[in-house]
Structures are given as C-alpha cells and as structure tokens.
C-alpha cells in the first residue's frame, strides 16, 4: 500500500515512497564483511580492565586454581556472547557463585566440581530447549535479593580473613568465632595493601572536576589493584602474591566422584543460582539498554555495521549460558553467569552490539597468555580487599527499601540467614517456603471495620471489608453486616480484588433483608474487586478503563419495584442478579446501583469525594500551599476521548494542559494570533519554567476531518474561522517538499490520519514562532515534544525525528520509551 494519500500532489521525484510504506527503498546492499564498531572496541576495553582484577579475585575467594577465573572469564565472553539472548551481557565469573563453588572445591575436590560445572550446563542446556526461562522470573524477588545478599555476608566474612593476613575458614561462622584471634594476629603489610586498595575504590568514583570526569573513566577496581600493587612492589613488602603455575599443569574436569544425591544436589544448586542470576541480568541489562534510544531504534553508526538491539531472548540466553557451562568446565574453569557489574559498565561505555562482549573475552586469553609475569605482582590482600566489597555492595540498602516498601522483610531476612548459616540451595528452599507461606496469609486475610460516620453523610453506617473476600471471612462478614441498625443507610466498601461464591450469597441475602426492612445498601469498590460469579450482558459495568462506557449503564426496566433495588428509598442502587453469562464482573458494579443518566454528573463528584478525594487530599494540600510547578505543557485537542492523566500517568501538578479544537498553535501576530493560546504558552515557559511542550494529535480527530471537507467561501462561523489556523498543516501535506509525517512500520490509514500525523508536525514549527519558546530553546531550557494518539488501538507514538527524508511517529512500547 502506498504511503501517499490522495489529498496529497502527485510528483514523480517522489514515486520512491509507492515501493516501500515502511521507509523509502535501499540500494542493493555489498556483500556483508565482518566489522567490529569503535564503540564496541573501547567498550570491550573497559570491561577487561574491570573483568581482570575481579576474575582472579573470585578464584582467589573459592580456592580455586586462579587461572580458573581467568578461563571461565574467556569462555563467559566469547561462547555466551556468541550464543547469549542478550547481546549485551557480559558473563563470567561471578560473585554469587563464589560460595557455592567454594563449597564443591572443599568437599569434593577441583576435578570434580569442574565436572558438576559441565552438567550444570547441560542442564541449562535442557532448560533452554524446554522454553522455561521464563518460568525463573516467578521466584520472588524477596528471594533472589535475600540470596544474593546471604552470599555477599558469607564472602565478606570470608575474604576479611586475607585482608588481615589470615587463612578463612570453610563456614561463616567458624568464620566469625576465628576473627578475634586473627584481629589479634593481623598482619600490618597485608591490612595497609587492603586498606589502600578499598580507599581507592571508595574514592575514585568521586574524584571532583573536570579531570575527575576523565579520569573516572578508567575502572575503579583496576586503578586499586593497580596501585596496590606498585605501592607494594616499591616498598619491597613480603606479602603473598598472585601465583599462576603454567597452562601445561592446569587441571581439567574429571568423571565426578562423590556420592549420587549430594552430586546431583550439587548440579541442582548450580544450574539454579546460575540460571536465575543470568536471567535477572538479563532483565537488567534491558532496562539499561532502554535509556540509550539509539540502541532501539538502531540509529547508531552504519560504518560500525551497528544493529537495532532489541529485547533478551531469555531461552537463548539459557542455552547460551549451559554452553559457556559446559566449555568452561571442561576447560577448567569456574561457573559462568552473567555479572551484573560487567554488564553495567558495558552498556554505559558505549556496546552497540555482542562483538564487545566477545572482545573482552579474547582480551582475556591474551592477557592470561602474556601477561602471567605481571599478573603475578598482585598482592592476595588486594585481591581479597576487592572481592569483599563486591560481598558488601551485594548487601544493597535499595533492596532492602524495596522488600520493606513490599512488606517481604521476611521473606528477605529468612533468606539471607538461611544462606549464611545452611547453604545456598538450603536459604533459597526456606526463602520459597516462607514466601509461599506470606502470600498465602495475605490471600486469606481479610480486614473488615464497622464505623457510623456523621461528617459528610449523617447517620450512615460503613462496612470496610479490606482483602480477598473468601468464604473463610464470612463468619466475621456476617457479624460485622448484622451491626448495621434495621432500616439504616450502609455503605459496603469493597477493597480487594476477589470474592467468591460464598461471600457472595452471603452479602446478597443481608442485602435483599436490609433493603426489605427499609434500609438503604450502597455497595462501593475502592480497587475494583470482582465476583467470581457469571453476569447478565445487559448488567453494569461500568469500572475505570475496562471498559469505561461513558456510564451508560442499562436504566432499571420501569414496573421493576422498589424492592428489587438496593435502595429500598430510591437511593443510588441496582438489584443483586443471580449472573448467568460466563464473564466475572465488578463486585461493586454487580451490588451497585445505577441512577438515571440526568445525575450521572452528581454521582461522579459523590464517587470522587468518597473513593479518591481521601487519597488525594494530601497532595493536593500540599500543591495549595507550595503553589504548581508542573515540568510539562501538554497542548492536546479537546476531543472527549483524550484523558491526559491516563495516557501520560500523571498526577496533579504534573501537567499544564492546554485543550483546543484540533489542537492548534495559533502562529504570534495581532492578524492571525489567538491570545488565549498564545498567553497559556507564555505563562507556562516564562513563568511555570516548564522544561518541556508536547503538542498531540489523535486519530479521527474531527477538526482535521471539517478541514479535509471544508468548502471554500462558506459562511465565517466560530469554528471556521479558528481552523484556518490548521490551514498550513493542509498545505504542508499537499506539499511535495517538504517531510512526510508517517508512522514507524506502516503507512497512514486514510488522509485524516495523514493530516493528523502532519499537524503535530507543523504545530510544532507554529511553537518555534513564539518569542517566548524560542529563548528557551536557545537557551537549552526546554524541548519539544510531536505525540500522537490512536484512540482505536490505544497505542501512543512519539516523533522521533526524521527519518529517510520522513518525520516518523515511533511506537511507545510497555517499557515507556519509543522503540
């Protein structure tokens, strides 16, 4: 289908566009040759400089052979970056396996924890194939977080012991009975190597200025090692040192020994801590990838040979990880996940594709190759200083916050202590347990409250039922409902998200009597908690956005009598069916009533004053009294089915929203200027200081429509003369030109979509017209913003910019930035 529209001239310089609606055709493209971007050589720089230190500081802490760290850091960067989902990723060694292996090594030798590593990788393999990397993500992450923070306690502990110029033990706690002897033993040269190497870790991110800036660039953790290291070559101190014995002696994967359950346990803990923590990586590395626009939309250098980086396949990433496993136990090294901090550092130093995760890994082999002699100047101390405060910084106050915000402190502690103290494999089963067990008291825990309220309604009695309404709170339901007085006002406010049967039939029979009695019933729903029972099509439902409806809800049929309602005295009430359709609807919606449509006005500001004015009132208190500092001008169309809040998630003080027919921005001038518009960008620029204007379209907008059918020399009405201001955004379509306004991966559906795409457009250069905007602009004070609306689909696009010689409208996906 052409991208042209028929209001549109013809022009045979532009024929390009009837071949191709997505972008205008290429020419045929040379034959592909293997290119490796600059951004993902120096990106792969700084990575190996962080991923070298670390790697032997990990082997150092599991009392593996040191060149195990260095092999599975290889492996990790070239086999899992080959294969990987997340081309971003950098795997390797990782922290949250040094205690697990460290156990394997103890207990059954390096040969064999080699092996558990290769069958850890078929598994992971299995798994892949299985489809079920998605099925990791459903572990709470409560769990996930209390684990990593158990592994970081029991590494920091351990790793104290060589900081202080000891030997640690085999479990924390002997860990812990050891170090007063070992703080009365400390070894002065090995405590002043460790203490300069965290002095410079802690300090180096925060050096000031502009030669911090530069500076910063190097990695914290290689400037420590590397200052450690020549502080104690220089001063000549006697310290143990990174000792690596040559390739030729270095040990390989053996057959397992050991006895079957505890090997299998074995193989199980492992595929478990590195399956969940490559895959939340992932997740991560996602996030990260979503704050660089280029990597989405792949607008990136074409001379690199870049490519659109879109979202982790996590199976692939599951059989990419079992392979690296498997290739790095056979090679001799430790286990392979993805590590949270490499990756980090590699999207923030500019990867555009997995060919810089692949370079570190060859930087790696080099460096375990040919730099054995420098290597071999390392203190152990350092080393150890290092990978402690990896052990504390995996301890994050941030998820400590979160699971306290999310009431999971529990769950989180149990965890954490079940690893120190039993194991990995053991915390994390207690963590499930313990989580399994929450969630099952919230599910059965509900909150029901009796109160007679005389401030805003006189006399009226509430029932407050908070949770799940089970058949397990209908005891206490009932005693609560039978509080209420004979022939009182009551309000049931329903606050949760089920009810099921029992609790149903329950509060339809106090309701049928109440109402019979001569009460009033109004039942409410705060969150919109629904009936696990059918309902009639023709029933209410009327609940925010799913679907809204306009209220326009079935009028009780006129002979039905008053005993039917809920309000047997006429109030806000609609009979409790027996459903019958095999939809579940809103609890308050099927117990609710519906009024008339002449006082739908009235009962939306009672809804308001009851449900959201208690939730909002503090806020709104507080913008009273500080006065509003929104950061954007929203300019839209006054069309009724644009709700600004919904669409932006915004919140009072957030916006200042300015509506008009088509949403024009009339250009300044005392002939063709509207003031109205005119003073609302004044007062949002130069006096709210917003830092961005967005002006959006919708789709059938119904000023662009009156546009496309306008007669020419009709009568001067209110209305046509404020659409000759859209009359440039009608030339500028019609134009042959200038850009084409269109919409990333397909064409404008008709000529009003076309017109409405091409008005954000213009209205946007009407902007620049004005004195005031265009200060701020130059001042690099704010910005502007082209957002469309399809009300149909429900789907916003941003103008992204120009494309091919088009102004092209991105979808913006679920994350919340424009793909």
Excluded at 42 to 66: C, D, E, K, Q, Y
């Amino acid at each position: 289908m052409s991208a042209c529209v028929p209001t549109r001239a013809p022009d045979p310089t532009r024929t390009k566009r009837m071949h191709q609606p997505h972008s205008p055709p290429l020419p045929p493209t040379p034959p592909r040759r293997f290119r490796i971007a600059g951004a993902d050589v120096s990106a792969a720089i700084a990575v190996f400089l962080i991923a070298l230190p670390l790697s032997l500081g990990i082997a150092l802490a599991t009392g593996a052979p040191l060149q195990a760290g260095l092999v599975a850091a290889a492996v990790g960067g070239i086999v899992a970056g080959r294969l990987g989902g997340s081309p971003l990723q950098v795997s390797g060694p990782a922290a949250g396996l040094t205690v697990v292996t460290a156990e394997l090594i103890q207990r059954y030798g390096w040969r064999t924890t080699c092996a558990i590593t290769v069958l850890a990788g078929l598994a992971q393999l299995g798994l892949g194939c299985l489809r079920v990397a998605r099925t990791a993500l459903a572990v709470s992450p409560a769990v996930v977080h209390g684990m990593l923070a158990g592994i970081g306690v029991t590494i920091a502990v351990a790793q104290l012991h060589i900081v202080l110029g000891g030997t640690p033990e085999s479990a924390v706690l002997d860990n812990l009975r050891a170090l007063p002897a070992q703080l009365a033993g400390l070894d002065p040269d090995a405590v002043s190597m460790s203490v300069l190497t965290l002095t410079l870790l802690l300090l180096w991110p925060r050096l000031p200025g502009r030669a911090g800036s530069v500076l910063r660039k190097v990695p914290a953790a290689l400037v420590a090692v590397t200052g450690a290291t020549l502080t104690a070559a220089l001063a000549g101190l006697s310290l143990p040192k990174v000792d690596l014995p040559s390739w030729r002696s270095h040990a390989l994967a053996g057959l397992p020994e050991g006895p079957v359950l505890g090997l299998v346990a074995a193989v199980l803990t492992v595929t478990l801590v590195c399956s969940v923590q490559s895959l939340l990586g992932a997740v991560a590395v996602d996030k990260l990838v979503a704050s660089r626009p280029d990597l989405l939309a792949g607008r990136t250098e074409r001379s690199g040979g870049a490519t659109r980086v879109g979202r982790s396949d996590l199976n692939r990433e599951l059989l990419g990880q079992g392979a690296a496993n498997v290739v790095s136990g056979v090679l001799g090294g430790l286990p392979v996940a993805g590590v949270a901090v490499r990756s980090s550092a590699n999207v923030q130093a500019g990867a555009v594709s997995r060919n810089s995760t692949m370079l570190h890994g060859v930087f790696v082999v080099v460096a375990a190759l040919l730099m054995v002699p420098i290597l071999e100047l390392i203190p152990l101390a350092s080393l150890a200083a290092l990978v402690m405060a990896v052990g504390i910084q995996m301890v994050s106050l941030h998820h400590i916050r979160t699971v306290t915000r999310h009431r999971e402190v529990l769950v989180y502690a149990v965890t954490t202590l079940g690893v120190v103290l039993f194991g990995v494999l053991e915390g994390v089963l207690l963590g499930v347990a313990v989580a399994v067990a929450v969630a099952l008291h919230r599910l059965a825990r509900t909150r029901i409250t009796y109160e007679v309220r005389s401030d805003e309604r006189e006399g009226v009695h509430y029932v407050h039922v908070r949770g799940q309404l089970t058949f397990l709170a209908v005891p206490r339901l009932s005693r609560t409902l039978h509080l209420v007085p004979r022939g009182a006002d009551a309000v049931v406010e329903l606050d949760g998200s089920f009810m099921d049967h029992a609790a149903y039939e329950s509060l339809q029979d106090w309701q049928n009597t109440h109402t019979a009695q001569g009460g009033t019933v109004e039942v409410t729903g705060r969150t919109g908690t629904r009936i696990a029972e059918p309902t009639n099509a023709s029933d209410c439902r009327c609940r925010p956005w799913t679907p809204w409806r306009n209220h326009q809800c079935e009028v009780p049929e006129p002979g039905q009598g008053r005993g039917d309602s809920v309000s047997g005295s006429g109030g806000a009430g609609g009979p409790i069916v027996s459903p019958s359709s095999p939809d579940s609807v809103d609890a308050a919606d099927s117990l609710g009533a519906v009024e008339p449509s002449g006082h739908q006005l009235a009962r939306g500001i009672s809804a308001f004053q009851r449900n959201t004015a208690p939730l909002v009132r503090g806020e709104l208190a507080r913008l009273a009294r500080e006065g509003q500092r929104p950061s954007q001008l929203f300019l839209t169309c006054a069309d009724s089915r644009l709700v600004t809040s919904m669409i932006t998630s915004s919140g009072p003080g957030d916006l200042f929203v300015v509506r008009n027919v088509g949403n024009l921005v009339p250009l300044p001038g005392e002939e063709s200027g509207d003031d109205s518009v005119a003073a609302a960008i004044e007062y949002a620029v130069d006096v709210l200081e917003v830092r961005s204007i967005t002006v959006c379209g919708h789709s059938g907008c119904g000023a662009m429509q009156a546009l496309l059918s306008m007669e020419p020399g009709g009568a001067r009405t209110p209305l046509r003369r404020w659409l000759r201001h859209g009359a440039p955004s009608l030339e500028r379509m019609a134009s042959a030109d200038g850009p084409w306004a269109r919409l990333a991966g397909r064409a404008p559906a008709d000529a009003v979509e076309q017109l409405c795409l091409t008005n954000v457009v213009q209205q946007l250069e009407h902007l620049r017209a004005h004195e005031s905007v265009a200060r701020a602009l130059r001042e690099g004070a704010l910005e502007l913003h082209g957002m469309y609306f399809h009300v149909g689909e429900a789907q916003a696009y941003l103008l992204s910019g120009e494309v091919g010689g088009d102004e092209v409208f991105d979808h913006v996906r679920a994350a919340g930035l424009s793909a």
